[in-house]
């Protein structure tokens, strides 16, 4: 029996995935200045990396624009702490990011 994934571990696995994220996407604007040759050795961890640019986008894609925002700013933008205080109340906005965190992953299916 799977136990479901507490805050907490669902924050550390979205934290791992943007990770992953970032990674593939460096990647994969490198790629296109390698010769054909080395394209062709790296064909596999391109298709890799189009996978994960592709399965995040998505699941960014299929949120509701409010929890998407929350995700982008907390976890790929992390520019400045306490940019919500302009939007939500601060007990509002940690409601917003917990069920914002909870859509991410069930748009990941996981």
Not at 78 to 102: C, P
Request: aromatic letters at 12%; hydrophobic letters at 30%; one cysteine or more.
């Amino acid at each position: 029996m799977n136990k479901p994934l507490k805050c907490r571990e669902q924050e550390g696995v979205i934290r791992y995935l943007t990770q992953c994220y970032r990674k593939s996407c460096q990647r994969l604007k490198l790629h296109r200045f390698l010769t054909p040759e080395k394209k062709q050795e790296h064909k596999d961890q391109q298709q890799c990396d189009e996978l994960t640019v592709a399965l995040y986008e998505s699941a960014l894609e299929a949120m509701p624009e409010t929890y998407r925002e929350i995700i982008v700013r907390e976890f790929l933008d992390e520019s400045a702490d306490g940019w919500f205080y302009n939007y939500y109340t601060k007990s509002t906005f940690y409601r917003l990011r917990q069920r914002a965190i909870h859509e991410f992953m069930d748009c990941l299916n996981v």
